[in-house]
């Protein structure tokens, strides 16, 4: 069994840093976009369960529509989200032959062949950089055991010195699909700009909401 977990955080504090543009729940209707864009691009992965772990029920609800797994969040950070996905994995594979993937939820430009390219390296742990601030978008591990979770600012250069660490062999996929992640005003316009190449649900509804033009009047 191989396992793509993608953690979605309460909708209310979701995208914080896009407060001073858009209301809670414009962010919490950009937030499931880009889940749908995540869901979208695992669907059609080959050999690989996908869960969502969460405690918004919305963000459950996408996981069913799209045919993922719904897993109801008992943790209230996303690093216990992540445990909690561990410790599920580990009692359905207790022999740990296995691997443990996370997505984050908010790459709008993930693709299948990008995700494909990152879950298919055969490396013990393998890890897909943020381009913002070096952190962690994509993250597998084989066993999940092998080395520890850790997300957030620098946690790319973090997955690295622990698979040396442990003495395992360490890859990095690098690519523009899994590198971008929204978090600021500016990368709204990115993925406005976008026009259809990639996160389509993410950029519909940025336009529904009329953001192209209140961008603007921000400049």
Same mark, same amino acid.
């Given at each position: 069994?191989?396992?793509?977990?993608? #953690?979605?955080?309460?909708?209310?504090? @979701?995208?914080?840093?896009?407060?001073?543009?858009?209301?809670?729940?414009?962010?919490?209707?950009?937030?499931?976009?880009?889940?749908?864009?995540?869901?979208?691009?695992?669907?059609?992965?080959?050999?690989?369960?996908?869960?969502?772990?969460?405690?918004?029920? #919305?963000?459950?609800?996408?996981?069913?529509?799209?045919?993922?797994? #719904?897993?109801?969040?008992?943790?209230?950070?996303?690093?216990?989200?992540?445990?909690? @996905?561990?410790?599920?994995?580990?009692?359905?594979?207790?022999?740990?032959?296995?691997?443990?993937?996370?997505?984050?939820?908010?790459?709008?430009?993930?693709?299948?062949?990008?995700?494909?390219?990152?879950?298919?390296?055969?490396?013990?742990?393998?890890?897909?950089?943020?381009?913002?601030?070096?952190?962690?978008?994509?993250?597998?591990?084989?066993?999940?055991?092998?080395?520890?979770?850790?997300?957030?600012?620098?946690?790319?250069?973090?997955?690295?010195?622990?698979?040396?660490?442990?003495?395992?062999?360490?890859?990095?996929?690098?690519?523009?699909?899994?590198?971008?992640?929204?978090?600021?005003?500016?990368?709204?316009?990115?993925?406005?700009?976008?026009?259809?190449?990639?996160?389509?649900?993410?950029? @519909?509804?940025?336009?529904?909401?009329?953001?192209?033009?209140?961008?603007?009047?921000?400049?």
């Amino acid at each position: 069994m191989n396992v793509v977990a993608v #953690p979605v955080k309460p909708l209310h504090r @979701a995208k914080s840093r896009l407060a001073p543009l858009l209301s809670p729940s414009e962010r919490a209707a950009i937030t499931l976009g880009m889940l749908d864009d995540v869901l979208a691009a695992c669907r059609s992965l080959t050999g690989w369960d996908v869960w969502v772990v969460s405690h918004a029920e #919305p963000a459950l609800d996408a996981a069913v529509a799209l045919g993922a797994t #719904p897993i109801e969040e008992r943790g209230r950070s996303l690093g216990e989200a992540v445990r909690q @996905a561990e410790a599920t994995f580990a009692e359905m594979d207790p022999a740990e032959g296995h691997a443990l993937a996370v997505v984050l939820a908010d790459l709008p430009f993930a693709t299948s062949p990008a995700l494909a390219r990152a879950l298919d390296e055969p490396s013990p742990v393998v890890a897909a950089p943020a381009t913002s601030d070096g952190g962690t978008n994509v993250l597998v591990r084989r066993p999940p055991s092998v080395i520890r979770a850790r997300f957030g600012r620098s946690s790319f250069a973090k997955h690295a010195w622990a698979a040396r660490r442990a003495g395992v062999a360490f890859a990095e996929v690098a690519s523009e699909e899994l590198g971008f992640d929204l978090d600021r005003p500016e990368d709204l316009v990115r993925v406005l700009a976008a026009r259809g190449r990639a996160g389509a649900r993410t950029e @519909a509804v940025c336009r529904e909401l009329g953001l192209a033009e209140r961008l603007r009047r921000r400049a």
